[in-house]
């Protein structure tokens, strides 16, 4: 299993900022995944952060508002650019267990409250 | 990925096994049935998956229908700690390819386990 550490674990933001979320996985991968959890909702796939190229964004979800940095095989960012009430959510990153085991696994998730 | 169908919502009492369905219909002959569980705050964590035979861990069964079309998990003896939103998720599974990893989240059963 690969064990993912994100920070914030949560945080409350005013309007207009910009808030920078880290994940560390414990191994390194080639995929990572960032996901949005608003508020009673399931989870929606922002986008895939592959090491050494940009990332690939959803539907809805693009590189302005959610740009997204993995410098190495082991650590991402997602910054939640200009936010507004609406951007209040949980925010995942998941990462896949390793050489030959496909299911994922997922950070405990940053809550962000936009204020 | 092929879509999923669960109940809302499900209750279960603790020690009782809690047995929890899924349908999906439509899924193709390479795509698996994967099960992962969402703890109130917590990320989700991944539970068990199956091509088509039964499959068994330390944490729950996996019975999935000759014809593929629906699944059912199995938690054996339900305590409280089971309580938690289930997610259901058909896809191809296998390392590598563009897919490795990513989720497709449906609204979950949420499934509570009373004393």
């Known amino acids: 299993s690969a064990v993912i550490s994100q920070k914030p674990s949560r945080d409350i933001c005013q309007r207009g900022t910009s808030l920078t979320i880290q994940c560390q996985v414990d191994?390194?991968?080639?995929?990572m995944f960032w996901y949005r959890q608003q508020p009673g909702q399931s989870l929606t796939l922002i986008a895939t952060a592959n090491q050494g190229s940009e990332a690939t964004y959803e539907s809805g979800f693009v590189i302005d508002k959610f740009p997204i940095s993995r410098p190495n095989l082991t650590f991402s960012t997602l910054t939640v650019s200009n936010m507004s009430p609406e951007d209040s959510s949980i925010y995942l990153c998941s990462a896949p267990g390793g050489a030959g085991v496909s299911e994922a696994f997922f950070g405990q998730g940053t809550r962000l409250t936009v204020v | 990925d092929a879509k999923t169908t669960q109940p809302t919502s499900m209750d279960c009492a603790e020690g009782r096994a809690a047995n929890l369905p899924c349908n999906h219909s439509?899924?193709?002959?390479?795509?698996?049935v994967y099960w992962y569980r969402q703890i109130h705050s917590q990320g989700p964590q991944y539970i068990i998956h199956?091509?088509?035979n039964n499959e068994t861990n330390e944490m729950a069964s996996l019975i999935i229908t000759e014809d593929r079309k629906s699944s059912t998990l199995i938690l054996p003896h339900a305590t409280l700690r089971d309580t938690a939103v289930y997610y259901c998720?058909?896809?191809?599974?296998?390392?590598?390819?563009?897919?490795?990893?990513?989720?497709?989240f449906g609204q979950g059963t949420i499934l509570t386990v009373h004393p």
């Open positions: 439509t899924i193709s002959g390479n795509e698996y």
């Open positions: 199956g091509l088509k």
């Open positions: 191994s390194q991968v080639t995929m």
């Open positions: 998720i058909v896809r191809v599974a296998g390392a590598g390819g563009t897919s490795y990893g990513k989720l497709t």
